[in-house]
């Protein structure tokens, strides 16, 4: 006797239930019931989240900047300039009034540095609007608020013992965090990590070093916090060093410390390395120093973009990123620009004049507020990453089109950026 197949074939769910309320409408109700919203992927949406990196070149390879909500790693080799983007990220939440958290693993912060490239650590949190500080309600022996108001301080500087005391910290300030309504309106705050490979576990000292203790302590503490960056709206922005795998012969020997959780939880990887190539090339003094370090960035990953874009930048030594350079390489990269053969260079921006400009009259025009206000319109509008990827421009939603000169004109006002910029 043959035995009777028990398995039953699923049943096919009715688009329209008995009460008449459709499958859509209850998944609405339970995401509703979760504050669950959409996710607007518009590039101006996109461009008012991120935070400027200072480098236009950067922000055009990564999608607009650095991303809010997101993990970001940069990576590279000793000298590659990973700090110095670090503090020009600072610079930027600081002028934006954003608050900054920086854990310093490796007690290498240099306060000159910092203020040459335009970050105040010992500054006030100010409002961006009215330039004012934001004050709050001076806290008494007891925890609660006293009527004395007291400024609030633009950075919070930790020097952590472990590795697992920053990711306490961490999960304590975010838990604390209200939850962002609008990702447009900007990241809430700025966590800098320097860096992951300086991050010592609690359960290794000078005598007891297991191995894959640095592995077992990201791996489990780094799902407590993953997800509350992108519900708080919190940019995590952390360095990475570089290793060499023992016995490879064949193929890239370079590898990341930290293990394979600090590989797959990031959503933007950016490899910095400096530019040997350019580097005899370089600008020295009269007793032979170099005064710049042309690097090159590379997205190895990115969730928010398109990956495997390389930007070049170049940094003075000892006051950071070089604004002249990056324009420069900003226009080479969308198209935008031409050398001639007997050294003038021609711009080719709608708006602008079409003429030839000698070096010395374009380094005074490449650092002008409107080509900055212009390159912003670009990229909000999308127009530079058309341009960037496809070689032409594109008309997005948010534009229209003249029909008598075919420019491409906003049909909204764009947000205008501040003149003087860190």
């Not at 197949?5 to 209850?26: D, F, M, R």
């Not at 991050?199 to 297991?210: G, H, L, Q, T």
């Not at 010395?360 to 990453?385: C, P, R, V």
Request: aromatic content about 10%.
């Amino acid at each position: 006797m043959a035995r009777k197949n028990t398995v039953e074939e699923p049943a096919v769910l009715p688009v329209q239930s008995q009460a008449g309320v459709t499958i859509a409408q209850k998944i609405g109700a339970v995401a509703a019931n979760y504050n669950e919203r959409p996710v607007n992927l518009d590039r101006g949406d996109l461009m008012l989240s991120c935070l400027h990196s200072r480098s236009w070149a950067l922000d055009l390879s990564m999608g607009g900047g650095w991303a809010g909500g997101r993990w970001i790693t940069i990576l590279g080799p000793e000298g590659s300039g990973k700090s110095t983007l670090l503090y020009h990220a600072c610079a930027m939440a600081q002028y934006r009034g954003i608050p900054v958290v920086i854990f310093d693993h490796e007690g290498s912060a240099d306060i000159v540095y910092m203020k040459n490239i335009g970050f105040e650590p010992y500054a006030n949190l100010r409002n961006p609007l009215t330039g004012q500080d934001v004050m709050t309600p001076k806290l008494g022996a007891n925890g609660k608020p006293l009527k004395t108001m007291i400024p609030v301080p633009s950075c919070h500087y930790y020097q952590p013992g472990t590795g697992e005391s920053t990711y306490r910290i961490m999960y304590q300030i975010l838990e604390g965090l209200p939850d962002v309504v609008d990702p447009s309106a900007g990241p809430q705050a700025l966590f800098v990590v320097d860096s992951f490979a300086a991050m010592r576990s609690e359960n290794v000292d000078v005598d007891k070093n297991p191995m894959g203790a640095p592995a077992r302590m990201h791996s489990t503490w780094i799902p407590f916090v993953i997800n509350l960056f992108a519900k708080k709206g919190v940019i995590l922005l952390g360095t990475n060093q570089i290793r060499e795998k023992i016995g490879i012969k064949f193929g890239n020997p370079e590898t990341e410390p930290g293990g394979w959780a600090l590989k797959f939880y990031p959503d933007v990887k950016v490899r910095v390395s400096r530019d040997h190539m350019l580097m005899s090339k370089g600008v020295v003094d009269r007793e032979g120093a170099e005064l710049f370090l042309p690097c090159t960035a590379r997205t190895l990953k990115n969730k928010v973009f398109r990956p495997f874009q390389i930007a070049p930048f170049r940094i003075q030594l000892g006051w950071g990123i070089d604004r002249l350079t990056d324009v420069y390489n900003w226009l080479e990269m969308t198209k935008q620009v031409s050398k001639t053969s007997n050294g003038r260079y021609t711009v080719e921006m709608e708006g602008w004049n079409q003429q030839s400009w000698p070096w010395s009259a374009a380094t005074e025009w490449l650092l002008t507020d409107e080509l900055a206000q212009a390159i912003h319109g670009q990229m909000y509008n999308g127009e530079a990453f058309a341009r960037y990827i496809y070689g032409k421009p594109d008309v997005s939603p948010d534009v229209e089109e003249d029909e008598d000169t075919g420019a491409v004109k906003p049909i909204a006002e764009l947000p205008q950026i501040p003149a003087e910029t860190p």
